[in-house]
């Protein structure tokens, strides 16, 4: 790891310490008022005194009706005591207890007495040992480039977190914002997993333009359509919190639709500009225009992977409501005009342009700055 490298992961280090200090220093008071004026709190159900239940006709294992629990607060202001509390298993809140089982609690206080609910399982110890595992198998496989990659992972997380969204919640105009701090995150990414070469500045360039490509389609067809950050998922409740706010709701989906194709953008312009750099060592005499052409060939097999993948990710994430308009039978011209089918389809395919055209962009700036920077033995074929 050279000299330069060093210094950089070092200041990337501070920057992240330096962001999150920042952001929580400025955005300590900040706020209109607190929506959820309860205590969120891990508890023990200690016994079932009644329960009247039956086995749920449409999914097997569960059941519905209505359970009367013992629990014990294990943390906060009312560790230790304990509570009777009414569990309903209904459709959309169905949390089985039994005894033993360790859960999370809402507490109110109104009128002097608490009020429990029983909020949810306990979810958050297996997401922290995922998380471990992930970083575990980052280390052990991918040693220091592995290391690497989490510290541009935890670096992407705080500036969407830390910066973008108080930001935006502080009436910031989402779009030059996004654009910015996009375009950080990839100059800082690439620059931790890779050198300080022209490999890795081809991928900046060529991604940068790739995600401003599917953000400006994007603008371009939401503002046809008539599609705002409203029509986005939980779009209404983000409507009530702008009257507080002053949440620029308009700039959102152009947002999330940066966000949302930066990571496949990077992937690509990475191979691209990596596969430019091995042909080059492979073969210093090779011919620019070869060289362009091959990584077109490169580029080809590249954008129908990875515009599948980008297009299955968003399929995926909107499969319950493909299969809502499969089971109520919805024409094409019904569906097709719904705002959210709308947004899912311009997120998918603009991003999907924004790889395809990343590919060309990307050979263009590989090949130019082979030529510029030491290239010497490249030259043009003649005619």
Same mark, same amino acid.
């Given at each position: 790891?050279t000299?330069h490298?060093?210094?950089?992961?070092?200041?990337?280090?501070?920057?992240?310490?330096?962001?999150? +200090?920042?952001?929580?220093?400025?955005?300590k008071?900040?706020g209109?008022?607190? +929506?959820?004026? +309860?205590? /969120?709190?891990?508890g $023990?159900?200690?016994?079932? =005194?009644?329960?009247?239940?039956n086995?749920?006709?449409l999914i097997?294992g569960?059941?519905?009706?209505?359970? =009367?629990?013992?629990?014990?607060?294990? $943390?906060?202001?009312h560790?230790?005591?304990?509570?009777?509390?009414i569990n309903v298993?209904?459709?959309?809140?169905?949390?089985?207890a =039994?005894p033993?089982m360790?859960a999370?609690?809402?507490?109110?206080?109104?009128d002097?007495?608490e009020h429990v609910w029983? +909020?949810?399982?306990?979810?958050?110890?297996?997401?922290?040992?995922?998380?471990?595992?992930?970083?575990?198998?980052?280390?052990?496989?991918?040693?220091?480039?592995?290391?690497?990659?989490?510290?541009?992972l935890v670096?992407?997380?705080?500036?969407?977190? /830390?910066v973008l969204?108080?930001i935006?919640?502080r009436?910031?105009n989402?779009?030059?914002?996004?654009?910015?701090?996009c375009?950080?995150i990839?100059v800082?990414?690439?620059?931790?997993?890779g050198d300080?070469?022209?490999?890795?500045?081809?991928?900046?360039?060529?991604?940068?333009a790739?995600?401003?490509?599917?953000?400006?389609?994007?603008?371009?067809?939401g503002n046809?359509?008539?599609?705002?950050?409203?029509?986005m998922?939980?779009g209404?409740?983000?409507?009530?919190?702008?009257?507080d706010?002053q949440?620029?709701i308009?700039?959102?989906?152009f947002?999330?639709?940066?966000?949302?194709?930066?990571?496949?953008?990077n992937d690509v312009a990475m191979s691209?500009?990596?596969?430019c750099? $091995?042909?080059?060592?492979?073969n210093?005499?090779?011919?620019?225009?070869?060289?362009?052409?091959s990584?077109?060939?490169?580029g080809?097999?590249?954008?129908?992977?990875?515009t599948?993948?980008?297009?299955?990710a /968003?399929?995926g994430s909107?499969?319950?409501?493909m299969?809502?308009?499969?089971? /109520?039978?919805m024409?094409?011209?019904?569906?097709?005009?719904?705002?959210?089918?709308?947004? $899912?389809?311009?997120?998918?395919?603009s991003?999907?342009?924004?790889?395809?055209?990343?590919?060309?962009i990307t050979a263009?700036?590989?090949?130019y700055?082979?030529?510029k920077k030491?290239?010497?033995?490249l030259?043009?074929?003649?005619n």
């Amino acid at each position: 790891m050279t000299k330069h490298k060093k210094i950089f992961i070092v200041m990337v280090i501070i920057s992240i310490i330096g962001i999150v +200090y920042i952001s929580l220093a400025v955005n300590k008071n900040f706020g209109v008022q607190k +929506y959820f004026n +309860y205590e /969120f709190v891990d508890g $023990e159900v200690l016994s079932i =005194k009644e329960e009247t239940i039956n086995p749920d006709p449409l999914i097997p294992g569960r059941y519905v009706g209505k359970q =009367k629990i013992e629990v014990q607060i294990l $943390e906060g202001l009312h560790k230790d005591q304990v509570y009777s509390v009414i569990n309903v298993l209904s459709n959309r809140h169905n949390i089985f207890a =039994k005894p033993g089982m360790k859960a999370i609690f809402t507490i109110r206080e109104k009128d002097g007495k608490e009020h429990v609910w029983f +909020y949810n399982y306990k979810m958050d110890r297996y997401i922290y040992v995922l998380i471990g595992l992930f970083c575990l198998s980052l280390i052990v496989f991918g040693r220091l480039s592995g290391i690497k990659s989490i510290l541009s992972l935890v670096f992407t997380g705080v500036v969407i977190i /830390f910066v973008l969204i108080p930001i935006i919640f502080r009436g910031g105009n989402p779009i030059p914002w996004a654009i910015l701090l996009c375009s950080i995150i990839t100059v800082v990414t690439f620059l931790l997993i890779g050198d300080f070469n022209r490999k890795t500045y081809s991928a900046i360039l060529g991604t940068i333009a790739g995600v401003m490509i599917s953000g400006i389609i994007s603008y371009i067809f939401g503002n046809l359509a008539k599609l705002t950050g409203i029509h986005m998922e939980k779009g209404e409740q983000i409507l009530y919190l702008a009257a507080d706010y002053q949440v620029k709701i308009n700039g959102l989906m152009f947002t999330s639709i940066l966000i949302a194709s930066l990571g496949a953008i990077n992937d690509v312009a990475m191979s691209i500009a990596s596969s430019c750099n $091995e042909l080059c060592k492979r073969n210093p005499d090779i011919h620019l225009d070869d060289l362009f052409v091959s990584l077109m060939d490169i580029g080809k097999d590249i954008m129908g992977t990875m515009t599948n993948t980008l297009i299955l990710a /968003f399929t995926g994430s909107s499969l319950n409501l493909m299969l809502m308009i499969w089971g /109520f039978q919805m024409n094409t011209k019904q569906f097709i005009n719904m705002p959210v089918i709308a947004i $899912e389809l311009i997120q998918a395919l603009s991003g999907s342009i924004g790889i395809v055209l990343t590919v060309p962009i990307t050979a263009s700036i590989s090949v130019y700055l082979i030529r510029k920077k030491g290239g010497l033995s490249l030259k043009r074929k003649n005619n």
